[in-house]
T-cell receptor, first 114, second 112 residues
């Protein structure tokens, strides 16, 4: 158990809908990262927050957004969902906000868009 | 941009044999190289990492080596056991960057 929690575990929704994925980092970690894992694209970085502020953006679509709250939990919002958004979404956390700090991953949310 | 290539994509070994997975990277600024193990239905688990000021690091049956000049690093698992069966990912990042760039993964199967 990494100490990173994610809810829900599974999510099934229809095209065009909007969903929210939630992540709680390990105790003491200030940085949260979101990654997408799909069969064709592998594991890809989406976005990072550090202590409430957006720190870095990767291959995140404009239909996707995220935020980190004062209690340091984070939410990833996916809107206007398409079939191709079906994937595993992982949250990771680390103590620091720069590279070189160990990142610990949560169990993931499996999103299925029908 | 950064790119990490990982080989082989699948690896089958007999229990007790060694397994080696290799990765190459392109960003010369990369200085942190973690390895993750992902079991079915679970998130990636950090198993070992190495920084650019070190050439080799060992933790029981697993070891990682880094050649910064050649821009490649490798994971070595000795005395493999069936519970080592999983998908292994290499990754890299650097101090100025924040995201991990992952290799494509290696599915390791250890036959009892």
């Amino acid at each position: 158990d990494s100490g990173v929690t994610q809810t829900p575990k599974h999510l099934i929704t229809a095209t065009g809908q909007r969903v929210t994925l939630r992540c709680s980092p390990r105790s003491g970690d200030l940085s949260v990262y979101w990654y997408q894992q799909s069969l064709d694209q592998g594991l890809q970085f989406l976005i990072q927050y550090y202590n409430g502020e957006e720190r870095a953006k990767g291959n995140i679509l404009e239909r996707f957004s995220a935020q980190q709250f004062p209690d340091l939990h984070s939410e990833l919002n996916l809107s206007s969902l398409e079939l191709g958004d079906s994937a595993l979404y992982f949250c990771a956390s680390s103590v620091g906000g720069l590279g070189g700090y160990e990142q610990y991953f949560g169990p993931g949310t499996r999103l299925t868009v029908t | 941009g950064e790119n990490v290539e990982q080989h082989p994509s699948t690896l089958s070994v007999q229990e007790g044999d060694s397994a080696v997975i290799k990765c190459t990277y392109s960003d010369s600024a990369s200085n942190y190289f973690p390895w993750y193990k992902q079991e079915l239905g679970k998130g990636p688990q950090l198993i070992i990492d190495i920084r650019s000021n070190v050439g080799e690091k060992k933790d029981q049956r697993i070891a990682v080596t880094l050649n910064k000049t050649a821009k490649h690093f490798s994971l070595h698992i000795t005395e493999t056991q069936p519970e080592d069966s999983a998908v292994y990912f290499c990754a890299e990042t650097h101090n100025a960057g924040n995201m991990l760039t992952f290799g494509g993964g290696t599915r390791l199967m250890v036959k009892p």
